[in-house]
């Protein structure tokens, strides 16, 4: 039947040191006026708690239970245990495993729901809550510390709600570290995880919507000498991140999600590896921060991948921004729609290997950029392949000082408000520079090119390119090779197409549409006596806006001129000194 301490605890046992084993077992009820069942084991073997029915402490711990340092394992089962101070405490000075199975609903009042410790001596220490079985506490849910030698695993089929502090909490110092969970809210985290073991893998993976009030939703940590860092998540809130993690070890970071990530005042995902770490992977659906959607830094030695599946929004910040260290391998960007307070999309690759961006839906950057990329010196191709960009500054901008090609492909609508629409930079080491877009508009220039690298400019628009000054803009400088500029429509507030070009044999200059400006609709230049070719197709115009016949519609500074004309021409040709073609 059922049973009761009035005055102290239901159930009281105590091993000496020169005992053994330690079992209690309780089919029914069991109620103390301090804790509900209390083990202490001095012994030399293990403990074992078992219960059915339900445990109480009134003024104390549910079950409270503790192994001294030559105890062995120390084993929990029970179904439901309240405590007014914690629901079960087990602490695990001796030799073996702690486990605790809870079938029931677990309460901490004033204290923990679950708290469970192994010394330095102890093996493993693994919490599991099974049938729907719910953890609650006034400061953790669930809280376990094992400095011992073994594995660390927490199991919650069932909602876990820490008031004050964390939902569940977990500090390790042995080997590998897995928590698995439906439901979780903390008052600070919901879910924080500490690897500090050698060489051990840390995973997390949350059915269940994860909440965190006063910080992280999820936040883990590895620090120097484990290994893996593994989030596998379904919809996570944070006061402050959504999903925090750092990986300071030796292996990859990856964190997969599948429903609505909110950090309400800072990031969405925030991601770091240091030093030694390896990969940083991380793959989406809809993502949201109060500065950045998504912050992914590698300092480690492998690469950065990204995958959005589904909106990523940075309010004050970026939608996604990514930087590589030094010693990082690659950067890739993949994303649907990204939108950003500054920038919509950041990829800075300061290590070696690749960066490509590429997003298949609308990008905006409200006060920066829609999209920017940088290579630093050691990187190779940057590719950028968008659809819709607008930007503050500019819509879509690109840096490559790296030793690769550079292209930027996009299919849409690019508009960058302050700056240009499109700009496009390599650097002295980075060889050909390239562009194919549709409609693009700047408020200084629509379109600008700009290689100082080794290879070869090639601007195509198969739609409008407008610019407050300059639609297009191309230049080569002098270790660059052929520019070649193809367009339909081309509109600047001075210049419709301008070219300057100090390195390769010649620039071709292709229109199809209408090119205008009111300073001219084409000048180009050449530095050195490069060729320079126009072809004005069949449905060309080339024209000064003013409509008049005697402002200037082509000029062409320093190389001989091969001028066809299958269009029109509204304007005066100014040409250069050397022998120049005009066929009309």
């Keep these: 039947g059922d049973v009761s301490g009035a005055e102290f605890h239901g159930i009281y046992a105590r091993n000496g040191e020169t005992a053994t084993n330690l079992h209690i077992t309780a089919q029914s009820n069991v109620t103390g006026a301090l804790d509900g069942i209390r083990a202490d084991n001095e012994g030399t073997e293990q403990s074992e708690i078992r219960t059915r029915g339900h445990v109480e402490g009134q003024d104390g711990n549910g079950i409270q239970a503790i192994n001294g340092a030559n105890a062995t394992d120390l084993i929990i089962d029970a179904n439901s245990v309240k405590g007014s101070g914690d629901g079960i405490s087990a602490w695990n000075q001796g030799q073996g495993n702690t486990g605790i199975t809870t079938r029931g609903e677990v309460t901490g009042v004033g204290g923990i729901g679950i708290y469970a410790t192994n010394n330095a001596s102890a093996k493993d220490l693994t919490v599991e809550t099974v049938d729907g079985a719910k953890v609650t506490g006034l400061a953790e849910g669930i809280y376990v510390e094992n400095t011992g030698i073994g594995l660390t695993s927490v199991k919650a ?7 004050d502090s964390f939902g569940i909490f977990v500090r390790h110092n042995g080997a590998d570290l897995a928590i698995e969970a ?3 809210k903390g008052g600070v985290d919901g879910i924080h995880a500490e690897n500090m073991g050698v060489g051990g893998d840390t995973r997390i993976a ?5 909440e965190g009030a006063g910080g992280s939703g999820i936040y883990a940590l590895n620090i120097q000498d484990t290994g893996s860092l593994r989030i596998e998540a379904t919809s996570v809130t944070g006061s402050a991140y959504g999903i925090n993690v750092e990986n300071a070890g030796n292996d990859l970071t990856s964190i997969k999600t599948s429903g609505d990530i909110i950090g309400t005042t800072l990031d969405g995902i925030g991601a770091l590896n240091d030093a030694n770490a390896g990969d940083l992977m991380i793959e989406t659906a809809v993502v949201t921060g109060g500065r950045h959607g998504i912050q992914a830094e590698n300092q480690g030695r492998g690469q950065t991948d990204i995958k959005a599946l589904a909106p990523v929004t940075g309010t004050n910040g970026a939608g996604i921004l990514a930087r590589n260290g030094a010693t990082a391998t690659g950067l890739t960007v993949e994303g649907a729609a990204v939108t950003g307070g500054e920038y919509g999309v950041y990829a800075d690759n300061g290590g070696t290997g690749l960066t490509s961006v590429k997003i298949g839906d609308d990008v905006n950057g409200t006060l920066g950029d829609g999209i920017f990329a940088r290579n630093a010196a050691m990187a190779s191709d940057l590719m950028v392949e968008a659809t819709n960009v607008t930007g503050g500054e500019s819509g879509i901008a690109v840096s490559n000082q790296g030793v690769g090609q550079t292209k930027v492909t996009a299919t849409d609508i690019v508009a960058g408000a302050n700056t240009a629409g499109i700009i496009a930079q390599n650097g002295a080491t980075a060889t050909d520079l390239m562009i194919e877009a549709s409609r693009v508009t700047g408020g200084v220039v629509g379109l600008y090119a700009e290689n100082a690298g080794t290879g070869l400019t090639s601007v195509k628009a198969t739609g409008a390119v407008v610019g407050g000054t300059f639609g297009i803009a191309a230049i080569n400088r002098a270790t660059a090779k052929d520019l070649i500029v193809e367009t339909a429509n081309a509109a600047g507030g001075i210049y419709g197409i ?38 004005n197709n069949a449905d060309g115009v080339l024209r000064n806006r003013s409509g008049s016949s005697a402002d200037l519609a082509i000029g062409v500074i320093g190389g001989p001129l091969a001028l066809t004309n299958n269009g029109a021409i509204l304007g005066a040709a100014v040409l250069g000194d050397s022998a120049d073609i005009f066929d009309n």
């Excluded at 089929?157 to 008031?163: I, R």
């Excluded at 949350?206 to 994860?210: C, D, I, L, R, T």
């Excluded at 090119?515 to 000048?523: L, Y």
């Design 157 to 163: 089929s069932d909602d876990v709600s820490g008031t």
């Design 206 to 210: 949350a059915a269940g919507h994860v």
């Design 182 to 184: 439906t439901g979780v």
């Design 498 to 535: 301008f070219t300057q070009n100090e390195g390769g044999r010649l620039a071709r200059i292709t229109t199809g549409r209408t090119v205008e400006g009111s300073g001219a609709a084409i000048v180009a230049t050449s530095s050195a006596g490069q060729a320079i070719g126009v072809i």
